[in-house]
């Protein structure tokens, strides 16, 4: 399958993107501190903009030559999301994430400027039963791959996508489509989480994703600098055998 691999020149590196799921602004930032040189791209979404200071840990990341990946998922009237991708995009953050229908997508890839559109396919705590609940009578993979064709068509960036699906996505969508895929447990460390649609490092990106976010596998590890870079290491690992 290493035909899917990636052939975006993007550094080894940056293709981590740990999620700052944390309370508080100070923990955050004493996460990243911890973590170092380890990684470079950091997600922050909606529990660190309720706690409050979002965009002076954005501020602060930047200060440290991290780049950022705004993941609030907006989902409002288009207009509204308009407004709110426009006023992010002035932050100077890589990556935002939004949900809705063709119209809110396209009023968010019109807003974004510099700043690069991703729309949610399916939440990787959510599986096919989820879905029948929710009232969509299609398989998981027949409704990724049809939001991101519309994601893309009407000027989206790329995807959040779990691993599994990432597959499809590549031999079916354009090959400029970015896939960052979450829900990324190492081999040792599958924990019974919220987590449902799950993949390894290894296997994520010889599914072709371009990056990979992860969470509580570094989070909650006895060394979070140590697990940080043992991923980067398979990454590179992947990338060095395959390239």
Not at 131 to 144: I, S, T
């Amino acid at each position: 399958m290493t035909d899917l691999l990636s052939k975006k020149p993007i550094p080894s590196q940056e293709r981590l993107i740990m999620a700052l799921d944390l309370p508080s602004v100070t923990e955050a930032k004493n996460l990243v501190e911890t973590l170092g040189d380890s990684v470079r791209f950091y997600k922050i979404g909606l529990e660190l903009f309720m706690a409050g200071d979002y965009f002076e840990l954005i501020e602060w990341l930047k200060g440290r030559n991290k780049k950022i990946f705004a993941d609030l998922k907006f989902f409002d009237v288009p207009e509204t999301v308009s407004r709110a991708v426009r006023a992010l995009s002035a932050h100077g953050v890589e990556f935002a994430t939004i949900h809705g229908n063709d119209a809110i997508m396209e009023a968010a890839a019109k807003a974004k400027g510099d700043l690069k559109i991703l729309a949610v396919t399916v939440l990787t705590s959510l599986d096919q039963g989820d879905l029948k609940d929710l009232g969509f009578e299609c398989d998981v993979q027949r409704l990724v791959l049809s939001r991101a064709r519309r994601a893309l068509a009407l000027g989206c960036d790329g995807v959040i996508s779990s691993g599994l699906e990432v597959p499809a996505l590549r031999r079916e969508a354009d090959e400029k489509l970015l896939v960052i895929s979450p829900g990324i447990r190492p081999v040792e460390n599958r924990p019974a989480d919220d987590q449902k649609r799950v993949v390894t490092v290894e296997q994520a990106f010889l599914n072709g994703a371009d990056y990979i976010v992860v969470g509580r596998p570094i989070r909650d590890a006895a060394n979070p600098r140590e697990a940080a870079k043992k991923v980067q290491e398979q990454i590179e690992n992947v990338f060095r055998k395959t390239g």
